[in-house]
Protein backbone atom coordinates (compact mmCIF):
# COMPACT_ATOMS: atom_id res chain seq x y z
CA UNK A 1 0.00 0.00 0.00
CA UNK A 2 1.38 3.34 -1.26
CA UNK A 3 -0.37 6.80 -0.87
CA UNK A 4 0.08 9.25 -3.65
CA UNK A 5 -0.60 12.89 -4.06
CA UNK A 6 -3.96 13.63 -6.28
CA UNK A 7 -2.37 15.63 -9.60
CA UNK A 8 -0.32 12.77 -9.90
CA UNK A 9 -1.69 9.93 -12.39
CA UNK A 10 -2.38 6.19 -12.05
CA UNK A 11 -4.76 3.64 -13.22
CA UNK A 12 -8.42 3.16 -11.90
CA UNK A 13 -10.25 -0.25 -11.76
CA UNK A 14 -14.49 -0.72 -11.32
CA UNK A 15 -15.66 -2.93 -8.76
CA UNK A 16 -18.86 -3.76 -7.78
CA UNK A 17 -20.95 -5.73 -5.09
CA UNK A 18 -22.91 -7.50 -7.26
CA UNK A 19 -22.64 -10.81 -8.74
CA UNK A 20 -20.35 -10.73 -12.54
CA UNK A 21 -22.68 -10.51 -15.35
CA UNK A 22 -23.61 -14.04 -17.17
CA UNK A 23 -21.89 -12.29 -20.45
CA UNK A 24 -18.50 -11.54 -18.61
CA UNK A 25 -18.37 -8.01 -19.94
CA UNK A 26 -19.78 -4.44 -19.13
CA UNK A 27 -20.21 -2.17 -21.81
CA UNK A 28 -19.14 1.36 -20.89
CA UNK A 29 -18.60 4.38 -22.75
CA UNK A 30 -18.26 2.82 -26.04
CA UNK A 31 -16.44 -0.40 -24.95
CA UNK A 32 -16.60 -3.67 -23.84
CA UNK A 33 -14.55 -4.42 -20.70
CA UNK A 34 -14.05 -7.77 -19.60
CA UNK A 35 -14.87 -8.68 -15.71
CA UNK A 36 -13.79 -11.15 -12.99
CA UNK A 37 -14.90 -12.38 -9.56
CA UNK A 38 -12.41 -13.20 -6.88
CA UNK A 39 -13.59 -13.69 -3.15
CA UNK A 40 -16.88 -12.86 -3.92
CA UNK A 41 -16.19 -9.22 -5.72
CA UNK A 42 -16.58 -8.72 -9.34
CA UNK A 43 -13.99 -6.87 -11.04
CA UNK A 44 -13.01 -5.26 -14.02
CA UNK A 45 -10.60 -7.27 -15.58
CA UNK A 46 -9.07 -4.34 -17.79
CA UNK A 47 -7.65 -0.66 -16.60
CA UNK A 48 -10.19 1.80 -17.66
CA UNK A 49 -9.97 3.73 -20.95
CA UNK A 50 -12.87 6.33 -20.53
CA UNK A 51 -13.04 10.14 -21.08
CA UNK A 52 -16.27 10.15 -19.82
CA UNK A 53 -17.91 10.70 -16.23
CA UNK A 54 -20.71 8.55 -15.83
CA UNK A 55 -23.33 11.22 -16.92
CA UNK A 56 -21.67 11.68 -20.03
CA UNK A 57 -19.34 15.19 -19.49
CA UNK A 58 -16.18 14.70 -20.63
CA UNK A 59 -13.15 14.52 -18.59
CA UNK A 60 -10.48 16.90 -19.94
CA UNK A 61 -7.43 15.58 -21.59
CA UNK A 62 -3.74 16.32 -20.78
CA UNK A 63 -1.26 14.93 -22.04
CA UNK A 64 1.57 17.61 -22.71
CA UNK A 65 3.90 17.29 -19.32
CA UNK A 66 4.37 21.24 -19.17
CA UNK A 67 0.87 21.44 -18.45
CA UNK A 68 0.81 18.62 -16.59
CA UNK A 69 3.41 20.14 -14.21
CA UNK A 70 1.65 23.07 -14.06
CA UNK A 71 -0.91 21.73 -11.98
CA UNK A 72 -3.57 22.11 -15.19
CA UNK A 73 -6.60 22.24 -14.42
CA UNK A 74 -5.83 23.32 -10.93
CA UNK A 75 -7.72 21.16 -8.21
CA UNK A 76 -9.73 19.20 -11.22
CA UNK A 77 -10.35 16.00 -12.72
CA UNK A 78 -7.96 15.09 -15.88
CA UNK A 79 -6.81 11.87 -17.82
CA UNK A 80 -3.77 11.19 -20.12
CA UNK A 81 -3.17 8.76 -22.64
CA UNK A 82 -1.03 5.81 -21.25
CA UNK A 83 2.63 5.32 -22.59
CA UNK A 84 5.29 6.88 -24.11
CA UNK A 85 5.35 8.38 -26.50
CA UNK A 86 1.54 9.30 -25.66
CA UNK A 87 -1.72 9.55 -28.34
CA UNK A 88 -0.42 5.86 -28.89
CA UNK A 89 -3.85 4.28 -29.66
CA UNK A 90 -1.91 0.75 -29.53
CA UNK A 91 -1.12 1.51 -25.54
CA UNK A 92 -4.38 2.73 -25.10
CA UNK A 93 -6.45 -0.40 -25.76
CA UNK A 94 -3.50 -2.46 -23.82
CA UNK A 95 -2.65 -0.91 -20.48
CA UNK A 96 -5.61 1.68 -20.41
CA UNK A 97 -5.36 5.72 -19.05
CA UNK A 98 -3.61 6.93 -16.73
CA UNK A 99 -6.22 9.04 -14.21
CA UNK A 100 -5.27 11.79 -11.53
CA UNK A 101 -6.76 11.33 -7.90
CA UNK A 102 -9.51 13.76 -8.60
CA UNK A 103 -11.15 11.96 -11.32
CA UNK A 104 -11.37 8.94 -8.77
CA UNK A 105 -13.22 10.72 -6.22
CA UNK A 106 -15.57 12.88 -8.07
CA UNK A 107 -19.16 12.93 -7.66
CA UNK A 108 -20.19 12.13 -11.27
CA UNK A 109 -18.77 8.70 -11.05
CA UNK A 110 -16.04 7.19 -14.02
CA UNK A 111 -17.38 4.00 -13.92
CA UNK A 112 -20.45 2.60 -14.84
CA UNK A 113 -23.90 2.64 -12.98
CA UNK A 114 -23.98 -0.12 -10.48
CA UNK A 115 -19.62 0.01 -10.00
CA UNK A 116 -17.36 2.38 -8.41
CA UNK A 117 -13.49 2.95 -7.91
CA UNK A 118 -12.92 0.26 -5.46
CA UNK A 119 -12.48 1.54 -1.49
CA UNK A 120 -9.23 1.12 0.68
CA UNK A 121 -11.49 -1.58 2.13
CA UNK A 122 -12.38 -3.21 -0.69
CA UNK A 123 -8.75 -3.71 -1.66
CA UNK A 124 -8.06 -4.73 1.61
CA UNK A 125 -11.20 -7.48 1.12
CA UNK A 126 -9.44 -8.25 -2.03
CA UNK A 127 -6.19 -8.68 -0.66
CA UNK A 128 -7.31 -11.23 2.14
CA UNK A 129 -9.11 -13.71 -0.63
CA UNK A 130 -6.00 -13.72 -2.26
CA UNK A 131 -4.41 -15.00 0.95
CA UNK A 132 -2.68 -12.01 2.63
CA UNK A 133 -3.51 -11.79 6.79
CA UNK A 134 -5.97 -8.99 7.33
CA UNK A 135 -3.58 -7.49 9.84
CA UNK A 136 -1.08 -7.15 6.96
CA UNK A 137 -3.54 -5.89 4.44
CA UNK A 138 -4.45 -2.94 6.72
CA UNK A 139 -0.69 -2.40 7.05
CA UNK A 140 1.64 -0.14 5.02
CA UNK A 141 4.05 -0.85 2.65
CA UNK A 142 5.23 -4.40 1.02
CA UNK A 143 3.42 -7.06 1.28
CA UNK A 144 5.57 -9.89 0.84
CA UNK A 145 3.28 -12.56 -0.20
CA UNK A 146 2.10 -13.47 -3.60
CA UNK A 147 -1.27 -11.24 -4.12
CA UNK A 148 0.78 -10.04 -7.19
CA UNK A 149 1.72 -13.28 -9.02
CA UNK A 150 -2.23 -14.16 -8.83
CA UNK A 151 -3.46 -10.81 -10.70
CA UNK A 152 -0.54 -10.72 -12.89
CA UNK A 153 -0.64 -11.70 -16.42
CA UNK A 154 2.61 -13.30 -17.98
CA UNK A 155 3.18 -11.62 -21.32
CA UNK A 156 6.40 -12.95 -23.62
CA UNK A 157 6.86 -9.27 -24.64
CA UNK A 158 7.85 -8.63 -20.91
CA UNK A 159 10.50 -10.16 -19.60
CA UNK A 160 9.96 -9.07 -15.72
CA UNK A 161 6.51 -9.17 -15.54
CA UNK A 162 5.28 -12.69 -15.13
CA UNK A 163 1.97 -14.27 -12.97
CA UNK A 164 -0.21 -16.54 -12.76
CA UNK A 165 -3.82 -14.99 -13.95
CA UNK A 166 -5.59 -17.06 -11.53
CA UNK A 167 -8.51 -15.63 -11.55
CA UNK A 168 -8.65 -13.75 -14.93
CA UNK A 169 -7.88 -10.32 -13.38
CA UNK A 170 -5.21 -9.78 -16.26
CA UNK A 171 -3.05 -7.12 -14.34
CA UNK A 172 -0.53 -5.43 -17.34
CA UNK A 173 2.46 -3.35 -15.87
CA UNK A 174 0.85 0.18 -16.83
CA UNK A 175 3.68 2.25 -14.98
CA UNK A 176 2.34 6.11 -13.84
CA UNK A 177 2.90 10.04 -14.22
CA UNK A 178 4.45 11.88 -11.54
CA UNK A 179 2.89 14.93 -10.13
CA UNK A 180 5.23 16.59 -12.94
CA UNK A 181 4.32 15.26 -15.43
CA UNK A 182 7.01 12.67 -16.18
CA UNK A 183 5.47 9.17 -17.22
CA UNK A 184 6.98 6.05 -15.49
CA UNK A 185 7.54 2.14 -15.14
CA UNK A 186 5.56 1.82 -18.28
CA UNK A 187 5.83 -1.96 -19.12
CA UNK A 188 7.61 -2.42 -15.12
CA UNK A 189 5.13 -1.76 -12.60
CA UNK A 190 1.60 -0.71 -12.06
CA UNK A 191 -0.42 1.39 -9.45
CA UNK A 192 -4.18 1.53 -8.81
CA UNK A 193 -6.24 3.71 -7.17
CA UNK A 194 -8.90 3.72 -4.35
CA UNK A 195 -11.51 6.49 -3.68
CA UNK A 196 -10.29 6.56 -0.05
CA UNK A 197 -8.73 9.74 1.13
CA UNK A 198 -5.47 9.28 3.28
CA UNK A 199 -5.35 12.86 4.09
CA UNK A 200 -6.38 16.09 3.04
CA UNK A 201 -4.03 15.79 -0.23
CA UNK A 202 -3.61 12.07 -0.61
CA UNK A 203 -5.54 8.80 -1.37
CA UNK A 204 -4.77 5.29 -0.84
CA UNK A 205 -3.10 3.13 -3.24
CA UNK A 206 -2.40 -0.11 -4.28
CA UNK A 207 0.74 -1.47 -6.45
Excluded at 59 to 83: F, M
Aim: hydrophobic share 40%; glycine share 14%.
Amino acid sequence: MKWIFPLAAILLPCWATAQCPAAGSVRFDGYDYRVTSVGGQCWFAENLRTTHFANGEAIPVVDAPDLWDAGWPANGPAVVRAGTPRRREDLRARYGLYYNGHVAVDARGVCPTGWHVPSHEEWITLEVALGCGEEVARGFGFRGGNQGLLLRITDPELEQWVGLDAFGWGALPGGFRTADGEDFNLGDSNYFWSSTSRSAKSLYVRG
